[in-house]
């Protein structure tokens, strides 16, 4: 006879894993559904994509760390799990080649890190010293102004700005309701970004981009489009009561397509303010008129002297 039951018997180890490891990998496969982007956009600009292409690689690299730390925490619960009979194993104070490894491949971490952002921080910074067009972007509570120019810095004619009153419309940003942001396909648009009042944030998702809008401050930065499309923008910083209905949409288009949207927008404005404008020429050509008149009668008197 048995003093008593006997105990069960322990499940393999292997068996205890198989669970843990299901669960582990579950987790890894539906929160890498979206690989390889992992979850940003592949941006629609040169710029966008240097930026991308930084987030990959930041992201693979922390799956790569991550899967050593979690492979040795699983290697260690397996090759040094309790056994019956196990004694105290053998204390130690310090290992120094260890202590130096996993202080130093940090630190070269770290610092690689940093160096490949530092590189694409200047490349997404960097302005071209010839863009093939110039937008002065204004943001205003709550609207956009965009204003053409050429690459010489002369006003083209053409200002596309928000129409809509202030109020909830709660339309897509690619709406009529609200400007559009016209650029060229491969070519380099220098935007020339002000705000009129408050703080306001400059984003286009697709672009992998945001840049503050600031009282006082002049940001410049390029666009080099890489797709046709239109592309949704936004106030990234909140601006007030309507802040959000400060969107706007980006058109890229080919730059044969824009050079004639260019030139239907000069024709259909300048059509547009025609009678304000001539008001204006005939009221200046009047007063420089005056003045030369009155400059000549002031010169015969001053002869006639």
């Not at 060229?184 to 944030?201: F, K």
């Amino acid at each position: 006879m048995t003093d008593g039951p006997r105990p069960a018997p322990r499940r393999p180890i292997r068996r205890r894993l198989v669970p843990l490891l299901a669960v582990a990998g579950g987790a890894l496969i539906l929160g890498g559904c979206q690989a390889p982007t992992f979850g940003a956009f592949r941006g629609a600009t040169t710029q966008g994509h240097d930026e991308f292409k930084l987030w990959v690689g930041l992201m693979i690299a922390g799956l790569v760390v991550a899967a050593i730390v979690w492979g040795l925490i699983f290697f260690a619960l397996a090759r040094y799990r309790r056994r019956s009979g196990d004694q105290m194993p053998r204390q130690f104070h310090e290992n120094l080649p260890i202590e130096i490894v996993y202080t130093t491949i940090p630190i070269l971490i770290v610092a690689g890190i940093f160096a490949f952002t530092v590189v694409t921080e200047n490349e997404i910074d960097a302005v071209s010293s010839h863009p093939a067009e110039i937008v002065h972007v204004l943001a205003y509570r709550w609207g956009w102004r965009f204003s053409y120019y050429s690459p010489q810095g002369r006003a083209q004619g053409v200002r596309i700005e928000t129409s809509a009153e202030p109020r909830l419309l709660a339309q897509p940003a690619t709406s009529k309701q609200y400007p559009q942001l016209v650029i060229p396909l491969g070519e380099t648009t220098r935007i020339v970004l002000n705000s009129a009042d408050v703080v306001h944030g400059f984003y286009v998702p697709e672009f992998n981009f945001s840049r503050l809008a600031q009282p006082g401050v002049t940001n410049r930065f390029d666009f080099t489009p890489t797709r046709p499309g239109v592309y949704r923008g936004q106030c990234s910083t909140y601006c007030g009561l309507y802040h959000s209905e400060m969107l706007f949409s980006v058109r890229v288009l080919p730059a044969p397509k824009f050079t004639a949207w260019l030139a239907s927008e000069q024709s259909s404005q300048a059509a547009a303010a025609g009678p304000v404008a001539a008001k204006t020429t005939a009221a200046t050509t009047t007063a420089a008129g005056g003045r030369a008149a009155v400059e000549t009668s002031s010169a015969e008197r001053g002869a006639g002297s």
